[in-house]
């Protein structure tokens, strides 16, 4: 049996669940008391997100401190895990402390953190030079926002891919205007105006993956302190392109752009009162990176902590801070990368 079996826990955890699956509040904002009511009266919403899902089963008591550090988009998860395994073990505490993905490997080399939260997934290369694993924990969904009046209804791989593009490269160079992306009218000449994070965070890491290949150089953005900022941005400025995770943007976001595959198939992104395609492409993991080999003993505050993220608790948890939970099998496999088997 879970050791945190709490009606209270599971209501909310069956209210979350909706709100995970809109995808259209910053996770911070207060649950509509209806909303929450109407979920808790739909208990397979729940057992769709989390069923068959491992309990929580500590491994042994564990208390002191461990650090952990890295992509911001993971805050409030991080803080839900350590309110989580604060619960079971009161005397362990997590020191949580954000900045950009980009910062976790270095400050875990250099020892100043024990485990790193990244936001896109690591290079093979990175992996190796680094001498550490990297655990996927949760999910986030990305999208690609517009200004209201631009005329582009979707986004195809090739605009995307000339958007992201150094417009000044010597080969294969980006589109320097929107008409270059195929837009007609009065904002065919107007320069296409990139709006995000540094490039050092997850996101923007992704996407250029995403679009342009690992390791791919990209044309430069204008700054901006996070989501909202962003979408404030675009909103602003017509020729605008940005991007937001859909479940920690503001319900303002200008016009999120439906992708199409390279099938030919047109896949909106997440609205109110739908669930997530499976075949929208823009998901990305959530890691937990730290360094350790494969075989070799885990520090026991380490380890209970990634006995925890890897259970329905710690999934609950991905729930409440409006990310994606992994599924049974993610969940098993992310276990199996860390040499769990059976009833570990």
Not at 1 to 18: D, G, I
Not at 95 to 100: K, L, S
Not at 215 to 220: K, V
């Given at each position: 049996?879970?050791?945190?079996?709490?009606?209270?826990?599971?209501?909310?955890?069956?209210?979350?669940?909706?709100i995970t699956?809109?995808?259209?509040?910053?996770?911070?904002r207060?649950?509509?008391?209806?909303?929450?009511?109407?979920?808790?009266?739909?208990?397979?919403?729940?057992?769709?997100?989390?069923?068959?899902?491992?309990p929580?089963?500590?491994?042994?008591?564990?208390?002191?401190?461990l650090s952990?550090?890295g992509?911001?988009?993971?805050?409030?998860?991080?803080?839900?895990?350590?309110?989580?395994?604060?619960?079971?073990?009161?005397?362990?505490?997590?020191?949580?402390?954000?900045?950009?993905?980009?910062?976790v490997?270095?400050?875990?080399g250099?020892?100043?953190?024990?485990?790193?939260?990244?936001?896109?997934?690591?290079?093979?290369?990175?992996?190796?030079?680094g001498?550490?694993?990297?655990?996927?924990?949760?999910?986030?969904?990305?999208?690609?926002?517009?200004?209201p009046?631009?005329?582009?209804?979707?986004?195809?791989?090739?605009?995307?891919?000339?958007?992201?593009?150094?417009p000044?490269?010597?080969?294969?160079p980006?589109?320097?205007?929107?008409?270059?992306?195929?837009?007609?009218?009065?904002?065919?000449?107007?320069?296409?105006?990139?709006?995000?994070?540094?490039?050092?965070?997850?996101?923007?890491g992704?996407?250029?993956?995403?679009?342009?290949?690992d390791?791919?150089?990209?044309?430069?953005g204008?700054?901006?302190?996070?989501?909202?900022?962003?979408?404030?941005?675009?909103?602003?400025?017509?020729?605008?392109?940005?991007?937001?995770?859909?479940?920690?943007?503001?319900?303002?976001?200008?016009?999120?752009l439906?992708?199409?595959?390279?099938?030919?198939?047109?896949?909106?992104?997440?609205k109110?009162?739908?669930?997530?395609?499976?075949?929208?492409?823009?998901?990305?993991?959530?890691?937990?990176?730290?360094?350790?080999?494969?075989?070799?003993?885990?520090?026991?505050?380490?380890?209970?902590?990634?006995?925890?993220?890897?259970?329905?608790?710690?999934?609950?948890?991905?729930?409440?801070?409006?990310?994606?939970?992994?599924?049974?099998?993610?969940?098993?496999?992310?276990?199996?990368?860390?040499g769990?088997?059976?009833?570990?």
């Open positions: 049996m879970e050791v945190r079996t709490r009606l209270s826990r599971r209501c909310a955890a069956l209210a979350l669940s909706l699956t809109l995808l259209c509040a910053a996770p911070l207060a649950v509509d008391p209806q909303l929450a009511s109407a979920v808790a009266a739909i208990p397979a919403q729940e057992d769709n997100l989390l069923g068959g899902l491992p929580y089963l500590p491994k042994a008591p564990i208390s002191g401190k952990v550090a992509s911001s988009a993971m805050n409030q998860l991080a803080h839900l895990w350590a309110d989580g395994l604060r619960h079971v073990h009161p005397d362990a505490k997590l020191d949580v402390v954000m900045f950009e993905s980009g910062q490997l270095p400050k875990l250099a020892g100043a953190m024990e485990i790193g939260l990244m936001s896109r997934p690591l290079t093979e290369k990175e992996l190796k030079d001498g550490v694993v990297a655990i996927a924990t949760a999910k986030d969904v990305l999208g690609v926002v517009v200004n009046q631009n005329p582009l209804e979707q986004l195809t791989m090739e605009q995307g891919i000339k958007i992201l593009q150094n000044d490269a010597p080969e294969n980006g589109a320097k205007t929107w008409g270059d992306v195929g837009v007609a009218g009065p904002l065919a000449k107007s320069p296409i105006n990139i709006y995000g994070r540094s490039t050092g965070t997850g996101a923007w992704y996407l250029v993956n995403r679009f342009l290949g390791g791919a150089t990209s044309r430069g204008k700054d901006c302190n996070g989501y909202a900022q962003i979408c404030e941005a675009v909103t602003k400025d017509p020729a605008g392109v940005g991007y937001l995770s859909l479940s920690l943007a503001p319900a303002t976001q200008g016009k999120v439906p992708l199409v595959l390279n099938t030919g198939e047109v896949v909106p992104a997440p109110m009162g739908e669930a997530v395609d499976p075949r929208y492409p823009l998901v990305r993991q959530l890691f937990v990176v730290l360094k350790w080999e494969q075989g070799k003993p885990m520090p026991a505050m380490t380890e209970e902590l990634l006995r925890y993220v890897l259970s329905r608790s710690g999934q609950e948890d991905a729930v409440k801070a409006g990310l994606l939970p992994l599924r049974r099998d993610e969940v098993l496999a992310s276990r199996d990368a860390l769990w088997t059976g009833a570990q």
